[in-house]
């Protein structure tokens, strides 16, 4: 059975850092593309960035490039999402994604077949 587990979200003022990851279980997904989305109340699931299985491909979204950086350890089967200089509009659940048909990076929800539970970020002003 698949497993996503984020971890890593938490409080923080504006400016400052976290680094979340997301374990993946139950089967490799080194072949494949992984995911971070987020999600703020009242507001759709947005998309964050995106990594290739190669790692050489990402993709973010306009509002976090430059300040977010996604990485992968496919030994760990693990994707990391570092954030800094945090804004307030940054709080959300954040989200994992992986595919399992995908190799390229997406920014399209429908690419990915798992996804994680979620974990908070909240940034206080």
């Known amino acids: 059975q698949v497993q996503l587990v984020e971890s890593g979200g938490g409080l923080v003022q504006a400016g400052g850092s976290l680094r979340l990851s997301c374990a993946a279980s139950g089967r490799s997904f080194s072949s494949y593309a992984m995911g971070w989305f987020r999600q703020a109340p009242g507001k759709e699931r947005e998309f964050v960035a995106a990594?290739?299985?190669?790692?050489?491909?990402?993709t973010y979204a306009e509002s976090v490039k430059g300040r977010f950086t996604i990485s992968r350890n496919n030994a760990k089967n693990t994707v990391y999402l570092q954030m800094n200089s945090l804004k307030p509009e940054d709080t959300a659940v954040y989200y994992c994604?992986?595919?399992?048909?995908?190799?390229?990076?997406?920014?399209?929800?429908?690419?990915?077949?798992?996804w994680g539970q979620g974990t908070q970020v909240t940034v206080s002003s």
């Open positions: 994604a992986v595919s399992v048909s995908r190799f390229y990076s997406s920014d399209e929800s429908a690419s990915y077949d798992y």
């Open positions: 990594i290739a299985w190669s790692a050489g491909d990402t």
